[in-house]
């Protein structure tokens, strides 16, 4: 009787034609499961006769192997019908995904620009990192503390530090390079900046600045003037630029340029308020401390330094009225720029 009801499942294994793979989880679950069939079977040995013990024994082994063995087989057959299947589903003939261009954000294709215009009269990059310390970004240039210049911009210091902070423009960078390197020195560094700034449509507490640096034996005000002409010339098709004095620490004399745009379009109307004039940068002749703070000979080297934001340029290059637009990185308002190819 026991004996017939093992051979009946060795049948049932053997007919078994499980054609899904949620048939074959049935199958292993009857066959091999932890409460299989089989199991329930071989635990009936007690009532058996000793004499037939052993051939029981045996015949409940068989059972299981064959089983085991059916699996398997199973298993990789449903495996191979499988795969087959998804490769007929593939239609070699079917058009491809179209491959979409990414685009340049405005803000890297305005500070390209400017970096293109500077590197034809041989001014090279220089980066340096956003999280600063205390010594690059104010004291090396001439801004120690409780200087009333420090409050000219509302510095981000790191949570528990109180000399390491987020930089606050990129003339960080001159300190940085003149520790490291001697005149001649011609770079151009350009970079992302913070100030601890409300946020509205025309101001932000993270914007972009490119900063410019000379420094050589005999390099003079008219030539910083005559640099800024071309910049200005190759930048904003303008023919005249405007120098007013200013004040930066890092710079004496200092000055403010403006570009003249004129008034002719509706938008350089109400860019420059009518005036025609439009502010472009701070700039000036390099402090002869702050070539002493950082390890150039002011008695034998001078040096002029410029800086400048890159939001408000990039907002008047493609007609746009809201400087948070520029950090949304919403998809829709970016892909609107320039290709990437
Ligand atoms: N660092 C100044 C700012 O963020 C800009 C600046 C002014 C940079 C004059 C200069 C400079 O190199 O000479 O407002």
Known sequence: MLFNQVNDIIAEIAQAAPQSPEALEQFRIRYLGSKNVIKALSAEIRNIPNEQKRDFGRLVNEAIQSAEAKFQALKTQLEAAAEESSAAALDLSAPGEPLVWGTRHPITITMNRIIRIFERIGFVIAEDREIEDDWHNFTALNT????????????????????????????????????????????????????????????????????????????????????????????????????????????????????????????????????????????????????????????????????MGIERQAMRLFGINDIRLLFENDVRFLKQFGTVV
């Open 144 to 307: 120690p503390e409780d200087h009333p210049a420090r409050d000219m911009q509302d510095t981000y210091y790191l949570r528990g530090s109180d000399s390491l902070l987020l930089r606050t423009h990129t003339s960080s960078v001159q300190a940085r390079l003149m520790a490291v390197q001697q005149p001649p020195i011609r770079i151009i560094a350009p970079g992302r900046v913070y100030r601890n700034e409300t946020i509205s449509a025309r101001s932000h507490c993270q914007f972009h600045q490119v900063e410019g640096l000379y420094v050589d034996e005999g390099v003079s005000f008219a030539d910083l003037k005559q640099t800024l002409l071309y910049f200005a010339k190759e930048m904003f098709g303008a023919t005249q630029i405007r120098l007013r004095p200013s004040f930066f620490p890092f710079t004496e004399p200092s000055a403010e340029m403006d570009v003249y745009l004129g008034t002719d379009t509706e938008d350089n109307y109400r860019l420059t308020k009518g005036t025609g004039w439009l502010e472009i940068l701070g700039c000036g002749m390099v402090d002869p401390k702050v070539l002493d703070n950082c390890g150039i000979d002011s008695e034998k080297y001078t040096g002029f330094a410029f800086g």
